[in-house]
Structure formats: C-alpha cells, structure tokens
T-cell receptor, first 117, second 109 residues
Framework: GAVVSQHPSWVICKSGTSVKIECRSL??????MFWYRQFPKQSLMLMAT?????????EQGVEKDKFLINHASLTLSTLTVTSAHPEDSSFYIC?????????????FGAGTRLSVL | QQPVQSPQAVILREGEDAVINCSSS?????VHWYRQKHGEAPVFLMI?????EQKGHEKISASFNEKKQQSSLYLTASQLSYSGTYFC??????????FGKGTSLLVTP
C-alpha cells in the first residue's frame, strides 16, 4: 500500500504555544488529505478535509481559526494547532487519498500524540 | 452519519473465527475496513464498492449486502496478530469517511 508519513510522532508543549504537524504522501500525489482526531479508545473523528491549492473544509464544530490547515503541494498538508490548551491534547492522525484505482482509498499516517501542559 | 459497528469487543482463542458487522441507515457509496493497533496508524484492509460484493482471502474477507447498507468482516482461524481495533469507514458521497466506533478484538494463545 501507499505510504503516508506524519511528523512529529509526539509533541509536548506549553499552554498558549502553537504546534505544527506535517503529513506527507511519500509515493503518490494526494490532492486530498484528511485530518482526524482520536480520543483514547474512541473512533476517528474527521476534523477537516484538506484540498491542494484551496481552503480546507472543516467539519461542524471544528474551529478553523484554532486548527489551521495548509495544503500547499500535492504531497504535503500541515495542521497547526494555534494557542494550544490542555483540552487540545489528543491523538491527531492524517490520511491521504490515493486517487489511483477505485474507491478513493485513504492511507493513514502514524499519528501525532499532542500533550499540552 | 456514523455507521454502527457490532460487537463492541470480542475475545477469541487462537484459531477461532469472528464476524464484525457495520451497518448504516442509508445506502453507502463504499465501505472501507481498517485495523488499528494501540498507538499506531489504522492499516487499510479492504474496500467494498458494489452491492453483493464479497472480497478478501480465506483468512480475512468481507461482504457488502445488496442494499449497500451493511458490511461484515470475517476473520477466520484467527492469529495473535489479528488483535487490534477494527473500524469500518463509510463513504456516503465524496471522499470523506465516517468511521464507526470500532470493535476491539483480542486473540489469546
């Protein structure tokens, strides 16, 4: 399957700082990437859909000014958690849609565990 | 719309079989199955697109009913490596997936 790299894998930051998470598709071009949030032992909740060269589409209840998404190239999307607070602590996972083949399969990065102190 | 997965959790002995179900109140465009181990990324297992479709191999396979509202994942002769949380992802239109709450599977020796 296709490979998606996510960096960093773990970040600890102080309350009020901003954190940037990168998601890269390594062996395919992804016009669409997705950002999810996952709480312990819970499902993946879609936060936003990131489209290359255009604004991201946010799910209801997700603050776009809080979670800034940039998809400047066909292989890179970034999520910036601005002015992070302890309630933003979570596991953030990105996925990239492989446009080849049928079905728009999404391949996931390894996730970023964010801990805000 | 979040699809409904059942059961919530399963414990098996090595070699036993399991079935995980995923259902939707309305027809899906496609259903995607993933397995996630603790602290790791979900790994793609398979996708079903057509009503009545069955695919996979003898150990792990899946079906999609004719109305495209229910899918089942079949795990045969389970191995220790099958342990993890299984998610179904429902695509209603477009590219986004709505994931079920997951089924936690533990295979014991």
């Amino acid at each position: 399957g296709a490979v998606v790299s996510q960096h960093p894998s773990w970040v600890i930051c102080k309350s009020g700082t901003s954190v940037k998470i990168e998601c890269r598709s390594l062996d395919f071009q992804a016009t669409t990437m997705f950002w999810y949030r996952q709480f312990p032992k819970q499902s993946l909740m879609l936060m936003a859909t990131s489209n290359e060269g255009s604004k991201a589409t946010y799910e209801q209840g997700v603050e776009k000014d809080k979670f800034l998404i940039n998809h400047a190239s066909l292989t890179l999307s970034t999520l910036t958690v601005t002015s992070a607070h302890p309630e933003d602590s979570s596991f953030y996972i990105c996925s990239a849609r492989d446009p080849s083949g049928q079905g728009n399969i999404q391949y996931f990065g390894a996730g970023t565990r964010l801990s805000v102190l | 719309q979040q699809p409904v997965q059942s059961p919530q959790a399963v414990i098996l002995r090595e070699g036993e079989d399991a079935v995980i179900n995923c259902s939707s109140s309305k027809a899906l465009y496609s259903v995607h199955w993933y397995r996630q181990k603790h602290g790791e990324a979900p790994v793609f297992l398979m996708i079903l697109l057509k009503g009545g479709e069955q695919k996979g191999h003898e150990k792990i396979s899946a079906s999609f009913n004719e109305k495209k509202q229910q899918s089942s994942l079949y795990l045969t002769a389970s191995q220790l490596s099958y342990s993890g949380t299984y998610f179904c992802g429902a695509s209603y239109s477009g590219y986004a997936l709505n994931f079920g709450k997951g089924t936690s599977l533990l295979v014991t020796p």
